[in-house]
C-alpha cells in the first residue's frame, strides 16, 4: 500500500488566492451602504461585469443585459466599473501576499498564486496556518473575501480554491472532485484528511 500524501512529502507548496466577485466586492468595501445588498458592476457597457454574491443569489450572471437584470432583480444596485480603485485595491492585495513570500505571480487583476515552500520554519507556521494568516489578511485589511487554495502544483492549487478550499495540513479531508492524472485533491475545513487517504 502505497504511503498517504502529505504536503511536507511533496517538493513544492502553491498558493492560488482568488478575490471574491472582486469588482462588485471592491464597491461595497468602499460603500459600507452597499454590504448585503445586490451589487452589480458594468453599466457602461450595458451588461453585469461583476456580480456580488447576493446578486448571484438572485439569479444575476455576468454578461446579462441590464433590462433583464431589472427584471429578475429589481432592487439591484447597477453600478459604473471603477478600473483605478479596482487597480489600487488590487495593488494592495498583491502587497499583504508579499509580506509572507516574495515569489508572487500576478494571474490577473484579482487572483494571484504564491510559492509558500520552505517557508513553514522562518514564518514559524505550517503550510496551513500561512494559508489562513494570508486570507485572514486579505479579508480584514481589504473589506472582502478571498478563497484561498494550497497544493503542491498551480492547477489543483486553482481547483482548490474553487471549493473555497486549502490543503490539508491537518483536521481536513477531501471534498474537491477526482483529478484524472492528478497526484492530489484539494480539500475543505472542517474535516479530516485520513478519510480520503490523506495524511498531515
Given at each position: 500500500m ?45 451588461i ?76 514559524r ?12 489578511d ?63
Open positions: 502505497e504511503p498517504p500524501l502529505t504536503l511536507q512529502s511533496l517538493p513544492r507548496a502553491i498558493l492560488h488566492i482568488d478575490g471574491d466577485a472582486f469588482f462588485a466586492s471592491c464597491e461595497q468595501s468602499r460603500r459600507p451602504q452597499l454590504q448585503g445588498r445586490p451589487v452589480v458592476t458594468g453599466k457602461e457597457r450595458g453585469a461585469a461583476s456580480m456580488s454574491y447576493e446578486a448571484k443569489a438572485r439569479g444575476v450572471t455576468r454578461g446579462m443585459r441590464l433590462a433583464e437584470i431589472r427584471k429578475i432583480c429589481p432592487e439591484a444596485v447597477i453600478l459604473p466599473s471603477d478600473y483605478e480603485t479596482y487597480s489600487l485595491l488590487s495593488t494592495r492585495f498583491f502587497a499583504i501576499v508579499r509580506r509572507y513570500t516574495p515569489e508572487v505571480e500576478e494571474y490577473s487583476v484579482d487572483e494571484c498564486f504564491a510559492d509558500v515552500t520552505g517557508l513553514r520554519r522562518p514564518l507556521m505550517s503550510y496551513m496556518q500561512i494559508a489562513e494568516r494570508i486570507k485572514h486579505l479579508d480584514t485589511e481589504l473589506g472582502f473575501t478571498f478563497s484561498v487554495g494550497l497544493a503542491p502544483n498551480k492547477v489543483v492549487a486553482k481547483i482548490a480554491s474553487k471549493w473555497e478550499a486549502i490543503w490539508p495540513d491537518s483536521h481536513f479531508r477531501s471534498r474537491a472532485p477526482p483529478l484524472p492524472g492528478a497526484t492530489a485533491r484539494g480539500a475543505r475545513l472542517g474535516h479530516r484528511p485520513s478519510d480520503h487517504g490523506l495524511a498531515a
